[in-house]
């Protein structure tokens, strides 16, 4: 894991040049700013540094996926399909839009399964989501090329791969936009954040105007033209502080990635000692973020007996099949339908029928996964005491 472990000075010089300026917004005062426009630097130094043509910074990376949907003009009576293993942000940006989440299996890949994909895809999809869940990326060609098919766009939820590509080409960059997040447990942060990169100009112009009110911004792409507005928007700015921050946090991520592909083969080195291990399939170990390392044991029970040991010595895993943030058996609310909105929307529709119901058990395969995953997260420092302590829970776990 991430950006926080190592804030620094580097961050507090950027900040502090946004502080002498005392501006603390991203548009508009050209006298006093004297020439310092951190969040627009910050988005054009991102696109550059996943080969995209442009970048738009937002609030979150929730705020990102809602603001790439609404670009690309989804709405009530669409439906997006995603991944049933990620976090619950993907889907609310969904229904946030008055979509219709749909969730397909994944393999072992921990992502979106291209074979369950398709067969989900009905004339109502207007968007797919593959997410590059912890790091690794989805089957992103395979992906591409279904979608292609049947002329369906592409978002990608790159929120927990920054700096992750796959055989050279960054995650985020395959689809007609990528979305990132820079909150405090990424492998980059900004404290909240995020970040959408495209090569289209329009959609680039659309997210522009609309994350800022629909204001006209056709005079300076990045600055405000003040003439009117094309359709209404909301308000998803971000600030320049954190601008600041995402620079000099971006200067450090591939030393991030480094560091943790270094941890993350001593861990994996130690882990490989439990009998019947196996690894999540990763495409292209090389271009892995490498924040979390994934494994397989045989069986349920085995893994949940393993865990338990590894717990009782101070190094337990995450077992996501029971984590409520991020598996869909485990979205309570979702399962219920529960809303503040008193019409029940958007579970409902407005005169009170029932809209979308989800089945718990609907997704075996991802299940059957799920249930023999154990998961490290790769931290950037990892003391030797810390591994030490890993490998010795380990050696306890292999003699049951
Ligand atoms: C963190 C995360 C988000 C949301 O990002 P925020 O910046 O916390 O709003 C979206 N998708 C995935 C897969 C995430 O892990």
Known sequence: MPGFEIFGEEEKKEINEVLDTGVLFRYEFPDQRKGIYKVREFEEKYAAYCGAKYGQAVT??????????????????????????????????????????????I??????????????????????????????????????AIADKHGIPVLEDTAQAAGASLNGKRLGSFGRCGTFSFDPVKTMTTGEGGMIITNDEKLWRAMSEY???????????????????????????????????????????????AAQQQNKAAIKKLVSKLPGVTFRTILDEKGDNASFLAFFLPTKEKAQAVNKVLGENGAGAIYFANNTWHYYPKWEHLLAGSTLAKSGWPFNEADGRRRVVYDPAALPQSAAIMDRLLVYPVPVKLSDERLAQIGAAIEKAASL
């Open 60 to 105: 979150s990376g929730t705020a990102a996926l809602k603001v790439a949907l609404a670009a690309l003009g989804v709405g009530p009576g669409d439906e997006v399909i995603t991944q049933c293993f990620t976090f619950v942000a993907t889907w609310e940006a969904i229904f946030d839009v008055g979509a219709v989440p749909v969730f397909g299996e």
């Open 107 to 144: 393999d072992e890949t921990l992502n979106l399964d291209p074979h369950d994909l398709e067969k989900k895809i009905t004339p109502k999809t207007k968007v797919i989501i593959p997410v590059h869940m912890m790091g690794a990326p989805a089957r992103i060609h395979e992906i591409k």
């Open 211 to 257: 994350h800022d009110h629909g204001h006209d911004h056709v005079q300076n792409p990045g600055g405000r033209g003040g003439e009117g507005r094309s359709f209404i928007g909301f308000n998803y700015r971000m600030m320049e502080l954190q601008g600041a921050i995402g620079l000099a946090q971006l200067a450090k991520l591939d030393g991030i990635v």
